[in-house]
């Protein structure tokens, strides 16, 4: 009860104040209004009061301005990459080692590095005859590249467990199932 109405008064005061910030006429406040106003567009005559919406203005400008800066078409699709939504998702997922979710320096290095378009290696000549350049992208397409299997097997895993967790039967790497132009299917489901 003593709990409660301790919460309660808190609530209060926080109302209390909010609201007297809002129509303050504080010269901090003033000013701040002033500039606001003339780095973006008239201040409302009710003020916003969720931080997001002040915000926003100076998001975008800053984000106008990396982009404009961006050299190459790399980068470019890098950082449009990373600005989509639920792009950096992965940034929260726990560093639990028996789901797999934890990552060591090295492949926290490398996804960072590729999500920004950083420079990852010095360039170089791959076993298989072709050249890396610094971003080191071709370690995805190289047919050598001793990840590749497991990164197929990890993705196919992963829908796999997709369907699996939505109740739909699906079997991995179904034999005896061509495609008329003769590749093998990874997976094979009754629905649809
Ligand atoms: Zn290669």
Not at 6 to 20: A, G, N
Not at 34 to 53: G, H, N, Y
Not at 76 to 95: E, I, K, N, V, Y
Request: proline letters at 6%; one cysteine or more; charged letters at 20%.
């Amino acid at each position: 009860m003593y709990k409660r109405l301790l919460l309660i008064i808190i609530i209060i005061i926080i109302i209390i104040i909010l609201t007297e910030c809002a129509h303050s006429n504080s010269n901090f406040l003033q000013s701040y209004l002033a500039d606001w106003s003339a780095k973006f567009s008239d201040v409302p005559d009710i003020l916003p009061t969720k931080q997001p919406i002040w915000d926003r203005p100076g998001v975008l400008e800053s984000k106008a301005k990396v982009e404009a800066n961006l050299a190459s078409a790399y980068h470019r699709a890098s950082f449009l990459a990373a600005s989509c939504q639920h792009s950096g998702d992965w940034l929260f997922a726990l560093p639990i080692a028996s789901c797999e979710l934890k990552l060591d320096d090295e492949a926290v290095r490398v996804a960072v590095g590729l999500r920004l378009g950083l420079y990852l290696c010095i360039p170089h000549q791959c076993h298989c005859g072709s050249p890396v350049d610094a971003c080191g992208l071709h370690s995805f397409v190289c047919r050598k590249a001793p990840g590749r299997t497991a990164r197929h097997h990890a993705l196919n895993d992963l829908v796999v467990r997709s369907f699996a967790s939505d109740g739909i039967p699906v079997t991995k790497e179904p034999s005896g199932l061509f495609r008329t132009d003769g590749k093998r299917p990874d997976g094979l489901t009754l629905v649809p």
